[in-house]
């Protein structure tokens, strides 16, 4: 107890480690996620099915096999980099099924429609179907998120020194108190995906263009 | 023939340059789950394998930086060069001999069995009929799968991923017996862990430092001289003293009883 105190602002630390693992891995599952989306859906056919394979490919590989690939690539790249690459190559392919069944629920009258108004198809990728198909992803997005969260504690085997390993740390040095410190760490795990996921849903409040229905599908009381 | 002469020059020259390489800073790896050899408190790297090894850079006038990779990928992460030493309670063997270099060996260890405190098993009889466990990757695993596993009547081996693990294990009543470095075993004892040790077995080893294979910054001839001057010094054996307190001090380095072809 007194060792987890003691070692609290490290664990703390750890933390901080995981979220910029998390940061780095959802930026660049988002932008590559959204690019292989875009190509998917609306892309060249032959660049369309490439992505497509890419993107079955990565899915079939344990997010712990591809960090221990990019760790092994003979370039000699920082801890923090190796799991970014590996986990965000694993998350981008994830993200990219999230945006390409968003983009489809955008019905293609509507960019028909655009093309007809005198756009551009990439302007009306851009500014008619983005704006709706993003807003649609958000509800899928934060559960991605969420698992990625935990797939940060993956990232130890790459010399990451996240919040699994600080505890190691602390349980080997004191030859013990493996239940303790682990269930302070599932609480650590859970505050931050629960601050994660409330921050999205806030997000997600802000961003809801009112119409008809209210975001639980109700009709709008009248004041 | 005009193509095999150029890759050769290529070759020649990149070898050349690996040879006369020199670095700023040295990458130390271990991994930080092995008191009392490597460990981390506080932020801070610990543990006797660190302050020899920062003595030794001391001594040898280079410098080190510390970097903590798990046991499963510390090895093939030197063979490839990613760090540069391994200071970690490495034991020396012939098929890690293979893919890195050894230094002269500076520390002597045999194989502790510890079961639970209250047990009544002793070293032969905790070997048979049980299942026993041990850190994958380590001696110990290696010891019990080559000389017990499938002579010994209804024994089964665990690897685990730490012996910090396995000790937990053998506490709850998992596994019968567990079998580890004499002073690692020797940690656990004293740190009040429910386990006693109830026999060692004559193993031998040595630990020393390792570098990536073929030695390309000239590490080994440094680091071995720097044992000896640690040695000369005494520091050597104030460091064993308080890592240690009670063990004989023996001089570094010491002889090579693993000779490998």
């Given at each position: 107890m007194e060792a987890l105190l003691r070692e609290l602002p490290w664990l703390l630390r750890g933390v901080g480690v995981a979220v910029e693992v998390l940061a780095g891995v959802m930026g660049f599952g988002l932008l590559g996620g959204l690019g292989a989306a875009v190509l998917q859906a609306y892309g060249p056919r032959p660049l369309g099915l490439l992505v497509t394979a890419g993107e079955r490919l990565l899915r079939g590989i344990p997010p712990i096999v591809l960090l221990l690939l990019v760790f092994y690539l003979p370039w000699?790249?920082?801890?923090?980099?190796?799991?970014?690459?590996?986990?965000?190559?694993?998350s981008a392919a994830y993200q990219s099924q999230i945006f390409r069944t968003a983009f489809r629920s955008v019905s293609m009258g509507e960019l028909q429609a655009a093309r007809a108004l005198g756009l551009s198809k990439t302007q009306a990728i851009i500014h008619v179907v983005l704006p709706q198909a993003v807003r649609r992803a958000l509800g899928p997005w934060s559960n991605e998120l969420s698992s990625?969260?935990?797939?940060?504690?993956?990232?130890?085997?790459v010399g990451v020194v996240e919040i699994l390993r600080q505890a190691r740390y602390i349980i080997s040095y004191t030859y013990g108190n493996s239940l303790l410190v682990f269930c302070f760490c599932a609480l650590l795990y859970f505050l931050l995906t629960r601050l994660g996921n409330s921050l999205l849903f806030r997000l997600e409040a802000r961003l809801w263009v009112p119409g008809f229905v209210d975001r639980r599908g109700h009709f709008p009381t009248r004041r | 023939m005009k193509r095999g002469f150029l890759v050769g020059i290529v070759c020649l020259a990149f070898t050349l340059?690996?040879?006369?390489a020199e670095k700023e800073v040295y990458v130390v790896g271990l991994d930080a789950a092995f008191p009392p050899f490597t460990w981390v408190e506080e932020g801070q790297f610990r543990g006797f394998d660190v302050e020899v090894m920062e003595a030794i850079a001391e001594l040898q006038g280079f410098r080190v930086e510390f970097r903590d990779l798990p046991w499963a990928t510390i090895i093939t992460a030197l063979a490839q060069g990613k760090i540069d030493v391994i200071a970690s309670g490495?034991?020396?063997?012939?098929?890690r001999d293979q893919v890195v270099d050894f230094s002269l060996p500076y520390w002597e260890v045999d194989q502790a069995v510890l079961v639970r405190e209250d047990s009544q098993l002793n070293a032969i009889t905790a070997f048979f009929g049980t299942s026993v466990g041990a850190q994958a990757g380590t001696t110990g695993y290696q010891w019990i799968e080559d000389n017990l596993l499938?002579?010994?009547p209804g024994l089964s081996l665990r690897p685990y991923e730490t012996y910090d693990l396995a000790v937990s294990d053998l506490e709850a009543g998992r596994i019968a017996a567990v079998l580890c470095d004499t002073d690692t075993a020797q940690g656990f004892v004293d740190a009040g862990r429910r386990v006693k040790i109830v026999g060692i077995v004559k193993t031998g080893e040595q630990y020393a430092y390792a570098v990536t294979g073929g030695d390309p910054y000239g590490l080994l001839p440094r680091i071995n001289e720097g044992l000896r001057q640690l040695y000369q010094s005494g520091r050597w054996a104030e460091l064993v003293n308080r890592y240690f307190p009670g063990r004989p001090v023996s001089?570094?380095?010491?002889?090579?009883?693993e000779l490998c072809e």
């Open positions: 000699d790249l920082p801890p923090l980099l190796v799991a970014i690459l590996g986990l965000g190559l694993c990625q969260i935990k797939d940060t504690s993956l990232a130890y085997i | 340059s690996l040879l006369g490495l034991t020396l063997t012939c098929e499938g002579k010994a001089p570094v380095p010491l002889k090579r009883t």
